[in-house]
């Protein structure tokens, strides 16, 4: 059974989302409240640019990475104004705990971003070996 890139990364994100949240009730920090809302937008945030990514790959292939940046820069804004929010001063050693789950996230988008590029290259690769 082969799961599909889409998948891998989701999975990968809640492996991630567990991991954190594991050892975030280990080291007994408090501030659940705050943990529990900033990973609630930090997974939607990610839904959407996985969701969007394969829009764009199904409707302009070609514009995948320009996509995926642009998609980063909104994803950052929204980030900046929900953190001045959220209070994250409050929590114990703040930017460890909410910049390396972004961190991550960021870099499984990345690589599910590089995958569509990889997948629509190589099929760009065939219909050019068809053409000649």
Same mark, same amino acid.
Do not use: C
């Given at each position: 059974?082969?799961?599909?890139?889409? +998948?891998?990364?989701? %999975?990968?994100?809640?492996? !991630?989302?567990?991991?954190?949240?594991?050892?975030?009730?280990?080291?007994? *920090? /408090?501030?659940?409240?705050?943990? &529990?809302?900033?990973?609630?937008?930090? +997974?939607?945030?990610?839904? #959407?640019?996985?969701?969007?990514?394969?829009?764009?790959?199904? !409707?302009?292939?070609?514009?995948? /990475?320009? /996509?995926? #940046? /642009?998609?980063? !820069?909104?994803? !950052?804004?929204?980030?900046? *104004?929900?953190?001045?929010?959220?209070?994250?001063? @409050?929590?114990?050693?703040?930017?460890?705990?909410?910049?390396?789950?972004?961190?991550?996230?960021?870099? &499984?988008?990345?690589?599910?971003?590089?995958?569509? %590029?990889?997948?629509?290259?190589?099929? @760009?690769?065939?219909?050019?070996?068809?053409?000649?």
């Amino acid at each position: 059974m082969k799961i599909s890139a889409t +998948t891998f990364y989701v %999975i990968l994100y809640f492996l !991630m989302l567990l991991a954190h949240l594991g050892l975030w009730k280990y080291l007994e *920090i /408090g501030h659940d409240l705050v943990f &529990l809302r900033y990973y609630i937008f930090l +997974t939607l945030l990610f839904v #959407m640019v996985i969701t969007v990514l394969t829009i764009i790959r199904r !409707m302009f292939p070609k514009y995948i /990475g320009f /996509g995926f #940046m /642009g998609l980063v !820069m909104v994803k !950052m804004m929204a980030l900046f *104004i929900v953190m001045n929010q959220l209070d994250l001063s @409050a929590v114990p050693n703040y930017k460890m705990h909410f910049a390396i789950p972004y961190l991550v996230s960021l870099l &499984l988008e990345t690589l599910y971003a590089v995958k569509l %590029i990889q997948i629509e290259d190589k099929g @760009a690769a065939e219909k050019d070996e068809k053409n000649q």
